[in-house]
């Protein structure tokens, strides 16, 4: 039956061998031959004829085709076509072209570029050149620039008056007209559905609402950052990745907050360039405190050097510290034997012996040295009670004068009659009972000096 079904179909008729096919069967060939010619064609004006832009304040990137006889420059300005309108934007590269296109960055690159940065990175393709910027375009757009200073501060007067706990941080509007963009910061949050009705009210046009955060902010305001070049952020990073105190502790920067944090206060976006490099550079150095073996012997890591490739040992038998590079190591998970254990726990306890020996030498030392520092102190104070005698006993004289004096019935009348005799008086008496003490004492012990002779 299925035979039967098969001869009933008509064959095709096929051009016998030497006969040229006829115009009929070539006619769908040709058109589908010049539809793929056409494509071709294409495909390859496209890139040709595209550029890459940046625009907008957060400095988005877009590849847009352009009707331009010749390539525009880089940083000549152009206005584009966006999905938010008409803008203002700045040739950075003439195009991402196919092979064999002479161009700057090669189509490929930009795709692995944009792969590599993840979904986030703000890349589109939707749009076109208008045209090239003109003198009146700029213009324009430096007025446009001028009347945001003032669409800013209507804003902030807006914002005080609804009591609205919210920071303005830029002003973006499109050179289209189309809307304005406002960028602010707060810590929750924000109803601002007064605040842009009364906004579209004031100005005539769409309003826009974004919150960012401290990073985004940098982006937007910052400038230039301590090691003197732009910021990263607002050069070239389109997505801020997340960045750990980790990686400044694998790469062996210093922690001081001060020194690795940028303009925003956070951590430098830079500590993530050469993360991946020093991670892989740590996989391959062995853990601390792990038993390795070597040429000079088995022993414990005590540190490494992720650079160099070094790793810091601690010799069991010895002792000693060694500095060997990972690829002279014999095992990297070195276990011992029954008989380098026992050596190991003799060392050991030889090594406590002779520190607990230290220990004891260095507290005798101490106590000596003690007992040697109180027995010059008792000497010094020695010393010092017998080194002027004629001092001391002209001191106590001094006090029991003091005390007869103060006790005598006249100095008593003399202090409730009078507070004291004058100065001179008092020096003269002074010097008078000097004389005596010294007269006393040169003649053998008497009080009373000898009378003039006649």
Do not use: W
């Not at 003439?94 to 189509?107: E, Q, Y």
């Not at 230039?224 to 070239?236: A, I, M, N, S």
């Not at 890591?301 to 690829?327: P, Y």
Request: with cysteine; glycine share 8%.
């Amino acid at each position: 039956m299925i035979q039967e079904l098969n001869d009933s179909q008509p064959e095709e008729q096929k051009p016998e061998v030497g006969q040229e096919p006829s115009e009929k069967n070539l006619e769908p060939e040709n058109q589908v031959a010049e539809q793929s010619v056409e494509k071709d064609k294409e495909k390859e004006d496209l890139p040709k004829r595209t550029v890459l832009v940046r625009y907008g304040k957060v400095g988005l990137i877009g590849q847009f085709r352009h009707n331009e006889r010749t390539i525009p420059s880089i940083k000549t300005h152009v206005v584009v076509q966006t999905d938010r309108g008409l803008e203002m934007g700045e040739v950075i590269s003439p195009s991402g072209a196919h092979r064999g296109c002479t161009c700057v960055i090669p189509k490929e690159n930009i795709d692995k570029y944009i792969k590599d940065s993840g979904p986030d990175y703000p890349f589109s393709r939707n749009g076109k050149v208008v045209r090239l910027a003109t003198v009146q375009d700029l213009n324009e757009y430096r007025h446009i620039e001028e009347n945001a200073i003032n669409e800013g501060k209507r804003c902030k007067e807006l914002i005080k008056k609804l009591n609205l706990e919210m920071k303005i941080v830029e002003i973006e509007h499109l050179f289209g007209g189309d809307r304005i963009i406002y960028y602010f910061m707060a810590e929750g949050r924000i109803d601002f559905r007064e605040l842009v009705k009364q906004l579209a009210k004031e100005f005539n046009t769409r309003i826009e609402m974004r919150q960012v955060g401290a990073r985004d902010e940098a982006m937007l305001v910052g400038d230039y950052d301590t090691c003197g070049q732009e910021l990263c952020c607002k050069r070239f990073l389109k997505v801020l990745q997340p960045v750990s105190m980790r990686m400044a502790k694998v790469q062996r920067t210093t922690l001081d907050p001060a020194k690795i944090s940028g303009r925003c206060g956070r951590l430098k976006c830079c500590l993530r360039y050469e993360n991946v490099g020093y991670e892989e550079l740590q996989k391959r150095l062995p853990k601390n405190n792990t038993m390795v073996l070597s040429e000079l012997g088995h022993g414990r890591v005590v540190d490494s050097m992720v650079l160099t490739q070094l790793v810091k040992i601690r010799l069991e038998e010895t002792g000693r510290m060694v500095a060997v590079n990972v690829e002279e190591l014999l095992d990297r998970n070195y276990k011992p034997t029954e008989e380098e254990l026992k050596r190991q726990k003799e060392i050991q306890a030889k090594k406590e012996a002779k520190q607990q020996q230290r220990e004891r030498k260095q507290q005798q030392a101490d106590e000596k040295a003690d007992q040697r520092k109180n027995a010059r102190d008792n000497q010094g104070r020695k010393d010092q009670r017998q080194k002027d005698p004629r001092q001391r006993d002209q001191k106590n004289k001094d006090n029991e004068q003091k005390k007869d004096d103060q006790s005598s019935p006249q100095a008593q009348q003399g202090q409730e009659g009078q507070e004291g005799a004058p100065k001179k008086k008092r020096r003269r008496r002074r010097r008078r009972r000097k004389k005596t003490d010294g007269g006393g004492e040169n003649s053998g012990g008497s009080d009373n000096p000898s009378p003039p002779s006649e």
